[in-house]
């Protein structure tokens, strides 16, 4: 490599912490990606870009990126006095401390996640709880919506999603985010009457949306509300 070009590499600053550089073979130009998850936007570069081209591009974008951070709600850990929305209710997390407990234990109430446990941070253990609780839910209003249409479903399972609230395929197996617990009914409602709804329309063709809206409680309040929230459900168990 040149002197000069190896001098110029040396003298270029560090990307913001919010800053996370990815080449993509496929790309055809520079992009920034957003993930509220992570707190974090993904500079994307196609082959060839120079680093010097980065930083610019993102120096140019920074005030963008930075009110796009301001305006995220902070996130709220699963500790002891933390209220968390499940399944539209509001809900106090409870956790009682008790060395003496084998195991942990975890109830959801009507007002409350109480637990009971002999560790110091429950924290993954409530999570692990949630999630459960998730699919339970998400797999019996998606088989009940199944039904409703004749159709046959096969697997329903949950995961941490950054981009989709939910995916289905042709076998007739259906994946959701599990952070839908925390989305009111209406919001889950819609994701779950969408997916259903790919069971007999692999497409987002006008008879798909037509059976949506008939398969949803409340089609044009669930899709509102996760058009312009779904990006507070990452909110949730997110670190500081």
């Not at 920034?32 to 680093?51: A, E, I, N, Y």
């Not at 790919?198 to 409680?217: A, I, T, V």
Request: net charge positive; proline share 5%; glycine share 4%.
């Amino acid at each position: 490599m040149p002197a000069r070009m190896m001098l110029d590499q040396a003298e270029l600053p560090e990307f913001p912490a919010h800053v996370r550089v990815k080449r993509n073979t496929r790309a055809r130009r520079m992009a920034l990606r957003f993930d509220p998850k992570d707190r974090t936007f993904h500079l994307v570069l196609p082959p060839g870009t120079s680093m010097r081209r980065a930083h610019r591009f993102a120096e140019e974008h920074d005030k963008w990126m930075r009110e796009n951070l301001r305006n995220l709600p902070k996130p709220i850990q699963f500790k002891n006095g933390a209220v968390i929305p499940v399944f539209g209710r509001e809900r106090l997390v409870e956790v009682t401390y008790d060395k003496t407990s084998k195991t942990t234990s975890i109830e959801l109430k009507s007002n409350k996640i109480k637990v009971l446990t002999n560790l110091k941070d429950p924290e993954a253990r409530i999570q692990r709880f949630l999630k459960a609780a998730a699919l339970e839910e998400l797999e019996a209003l998606s088989r009940q919506k199944a039904r409703r249409i004749r159709q046959t479903l096969n697997n329903v399972s949950v995961r941490d999603t950054k981009s989709r609230w939910g995916s289905c395929n042709s076998d007739g197996n259906i994946c959701y985010s599990w952070r839908l617990i925390f989305a009111p009914y209406e919001a889950l409602d819609y994701v779950v009457a969408h997916e259903v709804a790919h069971l007999r329309h692999l497409d987002h063709s006008l008879d798909f949306w037509d059976l949506c809206r008939k398969l949803s409680d409340d089609y044009f309040e669930g899709h509102y509300w996760m058009y312009n929230h779904g990006s507070e459900l990452m909110r949730y168990g997110a670190p500081r």
